[in-house]
Structure formats: C-alpha cells, structure tokens
C-alpha cells in the first residue's frame, strides 16, 4: 500500500525535473492526446449508429417514444430511425443548414415538425459554419469546419420549443449539434429540473474544447436535478465515473435518464449495467 505514494513522488519529481524542456514539454503533450484518443476509442470505437450503440437505444426505446426533439437534425437520419421503431411518433426537428433542411422536410413527415435554427442556451442568433453537401461537422464552433460557409442563423432553446408546442412532457431528447450539446442542454434546464425530459442522448467530441462547456460540468448539472448519467456503448448503457478520465475530448455518446420516466425501467431491463 505504501508504494503507490513513493511512485507518485517519484513521478512528481522527475516531472519537475524535465518540465523546464520544450522539447520535454510537447512530447508530453503529444502523449496526452494519443491518449485522448485512446479513451475516446474505448467509450466508442465509431460513430456509425449500429456500433456504437445508437441502433441499440432506439431498438430499446423507440417503440416507447411518443415525442421527441431531435436537435442537429442534418438530412433526418435518427429521426427517421426513430419513426421505423414508432410510425407514430410526434417530434420536432431542428436544424440550421439550408441544404439539410431542403432534404429534411422532403424526407419527413407531417408528424415532425422541421425548425429552422440552431439550438442554444438562450433565443437569439449567432454565426453558423456551413459544411458544403449538408456536411455533419456543420457547427456553430468557429475553427471546425474546414471551407465551411458562414451565415446567421436562428437560436432557439428546448424549454420554449417545448412551451410554443404544449408539450408537458418529452420523451427523447437527441443532441448532435457538433460541440454545442451543452449550451444546448442549458436551454433545456427548466424542463430537466421538472423531468419533463425521459431520457437525453448528447454526443461529447473534440469540438467541445472550444465550446465553453466541459463534459464535467454538463454531467453535475444532470446529476444535480436527479438524472441517472450513463455511457453509451456498443451494446448498452454503461455506468459512468467522471474522475478516471476526466475532459479527453474525443467522440462518445452519453445518456442522462430521468428515474420518473417509463423509459428508465425499459432500458434498464435491457441489460445489466457494466462499468466503462
């Protein structure tokens, strides 16, 4: 028991000892986030949805949803993923991009109704970076998109989304709004403080970094109104500590689940939590 301190020490001391050294300094840096990676690689080894999970949840869930909120719609995807598991669900999609929503409301039907804006914290505009061909990294995260073009778009927040459709209570919320999942999470806070909200899937990836929201923070938010948090893998809901890993920026899915909802007995029925 007494060689875990003396190792730490030594550690310390040789880490003071070569800090004074750039060279040192980006090597040291250059590990970190290899191994960055490598978490992420461990929480989710891709990001198509019958890898990493996503197929699993909604099979778990889906036909037990009766509305939902799909934020960073693109072309329609999950939600038409959704529909397959419960043709009659009601949803809303939100999307910012021009050419996504041209497929978007193509693609859906009258049940969904398409939103033309980004989601956020507050009601408002900002600057959206526009990936050419409906890209998936289109975000509001300046720097993240590479030859993206940018426009003003609408702002708007799940507690009025909400409000503005009568709906007192949510089933799924679904965020992929490419770095913007936790300002877009604030605007859903008087609904998550209510549990209005069954269960929320949001999407954690390296565009957070400049974000001004850490995985941390959105994680004690949830747990602090009573939401179950969960890592999503490839074939279940794991049990998830914030400390072992701490920020590490690269792509996983997470699940905040409300014990109210009936959702929470169904997943939890599908299989016996495991720790990540």
Request: glycine share 10%; net charge negative; proline share 5%.
């Amino acid at each position: 028991m007494a060689t875990r301190p003396v190792i730490g020490s030594c550690i310390n001391r040789l880490a003071r000892r070569v800090a004074p050294s750039l060279r040192a300094a980006r090597t040291a840096a250059h590990i970190r986030n290899q191994c960055e990676l490598i978490i992420g690689y461990h929480l989710a080894s891709s990001s198509h949805a019958d890898v990493n999970g996503e197929t699993w949840l909604l099979d778990a869930v889906g036909p037990e949803v009766n509305r939902f909120v799909d934020l960073g719609a693109n072309v329609g995807d999950w939600t038409t993923a959704l529909l397959v598991r419960n043709p009659t669900a009601q949803g809303i999609a939100v999307e910012p991009g021009i050419e996504a929503l041209g497929q978007l409301r193509a693609r859906l039907p009258a049940s969904v109704t398409v939103v033309p804006a980004a989601a956020g914290s507050a009601e408002g505009t900002a600057s959206f970076f526009e990936q050419p061909e409906a890209g998936e990294h289109s975000s509001i995260i300046a720097g993240w998109v590479q030859e993206a073009q940018r426009r003003q778009v609408q702002v708007v927040t799940v507690d009025a989304l909400l409000d503005r459709h009568g709906w007192d209570r949510l089933d799924f919320l679904k965020i992929d709004t490419e770095g913007y999942d936790g300002h877009a999470l604030e605007g859903a806070s008087q609904a998550l403080r209510d549990h209005r909200i069954g269960l929320v899937q949001f999407e954690y990836n390296r565009p957070w970094r400049e974000a001004g929201t850490t995985l941390g923070g959105v994680l004690r938010s949830l747990g602090n109104v009573g939401y179950e948090i969960r890592v999503l893998r490839p074939h279940g809901l794991d049990a998830y500590e914030y400390e072992p890993f701490g920020e590490f920026f690269s792509y996983s899915n997470f699940v905040a689940l409300s014990p109210a909802s009936h959702l929470f007995s169904r997943v939890h029925s599908e299989r016996e939590d495991q720790p990540c």
